[in-house]
């Protein structure tokens, strides 16, 4: 079978700050004829090049197809942030997996940080590592007493966690705009496309095959064989991975996969980056490289990249960005939190999917015999995905895990999916009016 002559993605890579400063990609050229696999990935963003290098690292063939190129979807776009765990406290967590499995599940994803940490030290990835924590701020009062409460609980846990005062915060974060916070020193940064694009390299150095601009269109199924049709070839294999995350209904022609599309909620988050910050400013700014994310429902999220550009990102909607005037509130937050940077000169801006769940926690389903995926990081999928790629790779090679894992699941389609972008605009404005209202109210101390 020959490919397409030119193959595309159907996903647009438009130009980032991560674009702009990551190595070059691995080889991965665009699927032609026909490949047997033991294990086939279907997207090439952290869950899949994770599954991929540590099947790789076992010895187990696998082969990855990307409708684009690795990282092109939400791995290549994110804020870099590697953080510890998941949003949701312990108490809902338990309220989902049980008590005993709740409480080892959220030790074990809080600790996820160590093994993207592990990989880049371990293949020598090129992505500005570092490991200084993240900043939580307070953007209330009430956001305060409520970090304290998590911070004494995250504290018995045994994880290393501080209380920062409202001087404190300011010192870190270089801002006097919140009342307190809170440090994890577990989390850290990293350039998330180099990352991206380091794993690829990694699992295809251990044997991994990569193909880039093969987009998966069928998926034909029996109990023993699977086979994944792209435009330009065919893919034979014994299992599949699908890790195609918030960007599952980008090529929805097959029904497993279209089903799966309708069991999560794809959700834009907008980004820029500033231009290098002066010298004088830039040793203010977040002097000791921690990340941050602040309190807020519509939180705001920030950090300096290598070269001292300040990142910062915050939710947009449903619908991608429309132009310069799509990032007017993360500008506004700039402006809000660093007056002393003036009018910040933007250099970057871009977008990506973030995957919501209904419940709040990241799934693993089997989507029938031999067919599973791993989703839904509800915005903190560096460190999780990377985690959920690990997991994937030891329920294909049939592995038992070194840690508790999430149990596997059927996947429902969520009520009223259709409904969903209306509901993510009511939702979102609810929350801004729900922020703005309680920072009004916070008698800050
Ligand atoms: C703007 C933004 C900021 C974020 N900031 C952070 C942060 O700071 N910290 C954090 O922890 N998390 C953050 N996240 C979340 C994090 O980026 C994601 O959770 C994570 O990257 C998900 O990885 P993934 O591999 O599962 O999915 P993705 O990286 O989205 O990869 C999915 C891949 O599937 C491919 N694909 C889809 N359909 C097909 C098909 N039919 N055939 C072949 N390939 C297909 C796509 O091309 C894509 O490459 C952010 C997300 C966004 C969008």
């Known amino acids: ?25 691995p080889e991965t050229p665009v699927l032609d004829g026909q490949q047997d696999t033991r294990v086939a990935v279907i997207g090439a963003g952290f869950t899949g090049c994770s599954a991929a290098l540590h099947l790789a690292e076992q010895g187990v063939p696998v082969t990855v197809l990307d409708a684009g190129q690795p990282g092109i979807g939400a791995s290549g776009r994110n804020g870099g942030q590697v953080n510890p765990g998941i949003k949701l406290r312990v108490e809902a967590v338990q309220r989902i997996w049980g008590t005993e499995l709740g409480r080892e599940l959220y030790r074990t994803m809080g600790g996820a940080p160590d093994l993207v940490f592990d990989l880049v030290n371990r293949h020598g990835i090129p992505c500005h590592p570092v490991r200084t924590g993240i900043i939580q701020p307070a953007y209330s009062g009430k956001s305060l007493d409520y970090l304290k409460r998590y911070g004494d609980y995250q504290a018995s846990t045994g994880a290393p966690v501080r209380i920062l005062d409202r001087q404190r915060t300011c010192e870190l974060t270089g801002s006097t705009f919140y009342c307190g916070g809170f440090l994890d020193e577990r989390a850290g940064s990293v350039q998330p496309l180099a990352y991206c694009r380091g794993l690829a390299e990694a699992a295809i150095r251990n044997g991994a095959r990569f193909f880039g601009n093969s987009p998966v269109r069928r998926i034909e199924s029996s109990e023993r064989r699977k086979i994944l049709h792209t435009p330009g070839g065919r893919v034979a294999a014994e299992q599949i991975l699908i890790c195609t995350n918030g960007y599952t209904d980008l090529v929805a022609h097959d029904p497993l996969i279209r089903k799966l599309s309708k069991t999560i909620i794809p959700f834009y988050s907008y980004q820029v980056a500033t231009s290098p910050l002066a010298d004088a400013i830039q040793e203010t700014v977040i002097p000791q490289l921690q990340v941050v994310a602040d309190t807020r429902r519509l939180l705001t999220y920030f950090r300096k990249d290598h070269e001292g550009r300040l990142v910062m990102g915050s939710a947009g909607g449903p619908h991608d960005a429309r132009g310069a005037s799509s990032y007017g509130l993360v500008v506004d937050r700039i402006r809000e939190i660093y007056p002393q940077i003036g009018t910040p000169q933007i250099e970057f801006r871009w977008s990506g999917r973030v995957c919501l769940t209904a419940d709040g926690v990241p799934h693993v389903h089997a989507l029938s015999p031999g067919i599973y995926t791993g989703l839904g990081y509800n915005g903190r999928g560096v460190a999780m995905a990377t985690l959920m790629g690990k997991w994937l790779a030891d329920l294909a090679a049939d ?47």
Do not use: F
């Open 1 to 25: 079978m020959q490919s397409e002559p030119g193959a595309r993605s159907p996903l647009p890579d438009p130009p980032s700050l991560w674009r702009a400063t990551a190595p070059d990609l």
């Open 399 to 445: 592995i038992q895990p070194d840690t508790p894992t999430i149990p596997v699941t059927t996947a429902r389609a969520l009520p009223c999916h259709a409904l969903q972008n209306p509901v993510v605009r009511i939702m979102l404005a609810i929350n801004n009016i729900q922020d703005k209202v309680e920072y009004r109210r916070a008698a800050i101390p």
